[in-house]
Every structure is written in structure tokens, then in C-alpha cells.
């Protein structure tokens, strides 16, 4: 019970939190807590919310102008990373429609106030980690593509020398690598290697980290043993 009153704990505590960025999501889209909003500015409002929410304590929640303009560029690169995230938007928005089609009324104008709003953000805070895992596996793709002796890992040499048009580049120091138990150096001391797993596992690949938690990818080797437990059971 106590690890249950734990957890439930520390959940409302993030879910509290994220209704806290997403009165600053709000303010940095030049909006109201107060007024309700159209679906459009719902979408922009959920995107700031995202977007700071990645960033965690370096966020400034503040500066509106400063905020808009890194929107901009974002969506001008249009890269992978921005489009995979106005996904996850749009498909927690279209699914809370969907769940509340009921309870609209199709005669007038569709607008949302900001605790319908918080709903959308507690299902997305949710969601966040699985839905941000995918990026993990795309990584994880793409350094096994640099595996080509299938052994789980990568010439440290080749790792770094990554043309700029690849998907992933990566730049951790080796004594970073070395910390975290990613860099091998044995057999040949000339040529070491990184092992995919582990560098993927590093807190380098962290991409959220709040008051309370950080989103980092998920463990494929505790997957793996949770179905083995439940075979063996």
C-alpha cells in the first residue's frame, strides 16, 4: 500500500505540474486561463505546452516573443523531430474529441476552456513516455545500421563521423562514453567501440527532466526479461 499511495503521489504531482506549464503555454500564446479558446489556438497552446515541457528547468516561460520565434524556426526546419510532436499532438486532441463527441453540439462552434485543456495535457503527460520511446527506437535503428557485424556495437571512430544530413549525430565526449559503461575498449585498444544499448540508455538521451521526473528511453533488456518472468511463471 505504501508503494501505491507512492506512486500515486508523485503522479499528481506531475500531473500538477503540467497543468502549471500549461498556464504558462497559455500565456506565452498571448491567452487567458479564463477565456475559451478556439481549436486552433488549442493546437499552438499544446505545442508551446510540448515544447517547454522538453526543455524542463531551461525553459523560460516568460519571454513570449522569444518563444513564437523558436516556434518559427521549428517550423520551418519542419524536421523530423517537429513533425513526430505535432503528431503526438493533434492525435491526443483528435482522440479526446473523439471520447467527448457526445457531449458537443455540432450546431455551434467547437471551443475549449482551460480545464478541458488540462484534460488534453494529463492525457498527453501520460502518454509522453511511450510516445517519446519511438524516437528511442528510431535512434536505435539507425546506430545498428552502423553495425554492420552485428555484435551491438558501433566503431567509436565511425559513430563520430556521421555526415550532417544523418538523422542522428553524435557528439558525447569518450570519457562520457567511458562513464557510462557505453565505450569499449578491449581487443583492440586502437579502435574502440561503443555499445548501442548502453550508450542509448545514457542520460545524453533524456529529453525531458521536471521537478520530478525525466523522460529517458526505456530499457529493452527489462522488456525482455518481464516477458521471460511471465513465460517461465
Known amino acids: 500500500t505504501d508503494v501505491i499511495l507512492t506512486t500515486a503521489t508523485l503522479e499528481g504531482l506531475i500531473l500538477d505540474e503540467s497543468t502549471e506549464l500549461l498556464s504558462a503555454a497559455y500565456v506565452l500564446n498571448g491567452l487567458e486561463v479564463l ?32 518563444h513564437q520565434l523558436m516556434k518559427q524556426r521549428m517550423k520551418k526546419t519542419n524536421s523530423q523531430s517537429w513533425l513526430t510532436l505535432v503528431e503526438f499532438e493533434e492525435d491526443a486532441l483528435n482522440t479526446f474529441d473523439f471520447l467527448q463527441h457526445n457531449t458537443i453540439n455540432p450546431f455551434l462552434p467547437v471551443v ?17 513516455g511511450q510516445w517519446q520511446n519511438s524516437e ?62 548502453n550508450y542509448l540508455m545514457g542520460p545524453s538521451n533524456c529529453v525531458v527532466r521536471s521537478s520530478y521526473f525525466s523522460v529517458c528511453c526505456l530499457s529493452e533488456c527489462e522488456g525482455l526479461m518481464r516477458e521471460l518472468e511471465q513465460k517461465i511463471r
Open 35 to 66: 477565456q475559451s479558446i478556439s481549436r486552433d489556438e488549442l493546437q499552438e497552446v499544446l505545442i508551446s505546452y510540448l515544447t517547454i515541457f522538453e526543455m524542463g528547468s531551461k525553459a523560460n516561460l516568460t519571454d513570449i516573443a522569444r
Open 112 to 128: 475549449y476552456s482551460f480545464h478541458v485543456a488540462s484534460q488534453v495535457v494529463r492525457s498527453m503527460a501520460r502518454a509522453y
Open 136 to 197: 528511442c527506437h528510431q535512434m536505435a535503428a539507425a546506430l545498428r545500421g552502423l553495425d554492420l557485424t552485428g555484435s551491438g556495437r558501433v566503431p567509436l571512430d565511425k559513430l563520430y563521423s556521421q555526415p550532417a544530413s544523418a538523422s542522428y549525430l553524435f557528439h558525447e565526449s569518450t570519457e562520457y562514453l567511458r562513464q557510462i559503461g557505453a565505450l569499449d575498449e578491449g581487443g583492440d585498444a586502437a579502435k574502440p567501440q561503443v555499445r548501442i544499448a
